[in-house]
């Protein structure tokens, strides 16, 4: 086979795979603008064909194992949706979680992730991650999911994150807390009693019952 030949055969495959690999396809697949070559099976898109869009420019490689699609529109929380690609039990919480819900002013440097109690620590993430642990209902309620990127992120309700900078109060600072409380009842992204609801459930009605009735009308 000419060199000429065998160049246009490399394009035609790459551009047959290019034009299945979209947002639309990787969605359907179950996967996001991040994904694992494993993700990419019901797409029949083998390892190999995998490099050869890398090498095109189509996919970018964040780091082993873990990819990104070159179209995928930016996005200012994509390193959430990249985390959420490589842990999807996780869910962003705290700082993380009001940076999200657009409460506050707080910049986290790091990611805030909860997981189940008996969870595995993941051993490797693309990013620095601060991970605190969930059991029992705290684990299930007043948890959303969010698409970022077409990727599925679990994370904290507005109120259930209010509740949660309380009970962290002593590694957050209870001034990020109210902080973060006024804000949410002064932009409705809670109300007082989601927030009390959240609170019962967690069981941190006690501690943040006098700070909701100070903010009453």
Known sequence: MSALAAKCRHSYHCGMTTARLTPARLEAAGSGAFFRPRDLA????????????????????????????????????????????????????????????????????????????????????????????????????????????????GVTSPARTIVDCFRYRRKLGLDVALKALRDAIRTRKATADAIMRAAEVCH?????????EALAP
């Open 42 to 153: 019901s797409l029949a898109i083998p390892f190999a064909e995998l490099q050869r869009l890398v090498a095109a420019g189509t996919v970018e490689k964040v780091e082993p194992g873990l990819y990104r699609l070159a179209a995928a529109e930016p996005s200012e929380f994509e390193t959430l949706a990249m985390v959420a690609s490589v842990v999807p039990a996780a869910i962003v919480c705290l700082l993380s979680a009001l940076g999200l819900h657009r409460i506050g002013t707080q910049a986290p440097h790091e990611i805030r992730l909860a997981l189940d109690r008996k969870a595995r620590k993941p051993a490797h993430l693309p990013v620095r991650v601060r991970i605190v642990r969930f059991s029992g209902a705290a684990l299930t309620y007043g948890i959303e999911t969010r698409a970022i990127l077409g990727v599925s992120v």
């Open 204 to 212: 941190a009605r006690t501690v943040i019952s006098p700070y909701l």
